[in-house]
């Protein structure tokens, strides 16, 4: 499975950005799929992610500002982010976990997201 992340970049504070992942050659379908994060000295953690379903789940630390959606027949999840802050400046990764006899979990290279207060 290929994850391709794009939207990244520089956004003053109380700004917004769109991230788009969008998964490709897997045979067996896609489960849940997410975005975490990873701020410099910090430990990765998940900022949301969503089932082929469409239920979501968020860090508290983001509830109310981003919003992740899903476009199944794509295979591309969205992160709408706004009312951006400089503790949400981090390298965003896509995640994507592939379904059927060889389940796993995928990770995309990593997007920048850097907020200027």
């Known amino acids: 499975v290929q994850l391709q992340a794009s939207g990244g970049g520089l956004v003053e504070a109380g700004g917004s950005l769109r991230l788009s992942c969008a998964a490709s050659g897997s045979g067996f379908g896609i489960g849940v799929m997410g975005w975490y994060r990873q701020a410099p000295e910090k430990e990765r953690e998940l900022v949301a992610d969503?089932?082929?379903?469409?239920?979501?789940n968020y860090a508290d630390s983001v509830k109310g500002r981003f919003t992740i959606s899903r476009d199944n027949a794509k295979n591309t999840i969205y992160l709408q982010m706004n009312s951006l802050n400089p503790d949400d400046t981090a390298v965003y990764y896509c995640?994507?976990?592939?379904?059927?006899?060889?389940?796993?979990?995928?990770w995309g290279k990593g997007t920048q997201v850097t907020v200027s207060s």
């Open positions: 995640v994507a976990d592939q379904l059927g006899p060889y389940p796993g979990r995928y």
């Open positions: 969503i089932t082929s379903g469409g239920i979501t």
